[in-house]
């Protein structure tokens, strides 16, 4: 079974402060990895995603995320954030090659961008 | 284009009561899923459909949960004798190819649905 943990409920940050947003999983297979990310009273939007090749993933918003194998993570950063990215972060992963490819979900963090 | 939509936004309903939800896909996607969004457990998989395979209802919680998808294109979540626990935001997803690929989950706005 496959499971993602997001350790950090809530992270608080001035604006124009860099961000990391910490996701780690488990899983006996393959995964491929994903960061969502949901403003208020919206569906998930897609951030970024790891399939393969470079481990350094870019994604929408200046985001970017890097795959760790040895370490199982694949956390999110962001140099500059901005008062706008204050939303709902959630890492998920799929099973590589699975039947299906339904996503399982970490528990989010919110982001929190302050003045 | 269109993105996924979902209807009603909101609904309310009495304990006990049948719902129906429903996902519109976008088109010639043709795989899709049902997730679940609660302060308590978080976002769930509930089910997935893909062309003309058997669904996998794994995540489904119980029976009193179903869902069918009609030519290919839209579904509709049943949930019949709802409890309170069901109150939830409910998630539509499509994609274009489904199966273990990894290809991109596009998300519609939600059902939220509150059982008194």
Redesign the interface.
């Known amino acids: 079974a496959q499971s993602v943990t997001q350790l950090d409920s809530q992270v608080p940050v001035f604006e124009e402060a860099p961000v990391e947003l910490r996701c780690n999983y488990s899983s006996s297979v393959s995964v ?1 990895l994903f960061w ?1 990310v949901q403003y208020p009273n ?5 951030l970024l ?1 790891y ?1 393969s090749g470079s481990t350094l993933v870019k994604g929408i918003n200046g985001f970017e995320a890097e795959f760790n194998k040895s370490q199982t993570s694949f956390h999110l950063r962001k140099p500059s954030v901005h008062i706008s990215d204050t939303a709902e972060y ?1 890492c ?1 992963v ?15 963090t919110l982001l929190a961008v302050q003045p | 284009g269109a993105g ?1 939509s979902q209807s009603p936004s909101n609904k309310v309903t009495e304990k006990g009561k049948d719902v129906e939800l429903r996902c519109d896909p976008i088109s010639g996607h043709t ?1 899709l ?1 049902w ?1 679940r969004q609660s302060l308590g457990q ?4 509930l089910i ?1 459909f ?1 062309g003309n395979s058997a669904p ?1 209802k794994s ?1 489904l919680p119980s029976d009193r949960f179903s869902a069918e998808r009609t030519g290919g294109s839209v579904s509709t979540l049943t949930i019949q004798r709802t409890q309170q626990e069901d109150s939830a935001v409910y ?1 539509c ?1 499509s ?1 274009l ?14 059902t939220r649905l509150t059982v008194l």
């Open positions: 491929y969502y919206q569906g998930l939007q897609l995603k399939l959630f998920a799929s099973v590589n090659g699975g039947a299906t490819n339904k996503l399982i979900f970490g528990t989010g | 996924v795989a899923y997730y978080g976002l769930e998989f997935y893909q996998d995540g998630l997803a994609s190819w489904g199966g273990g690929g990894g290809d991109t989950q596009y998300f519609g706005p939600g």
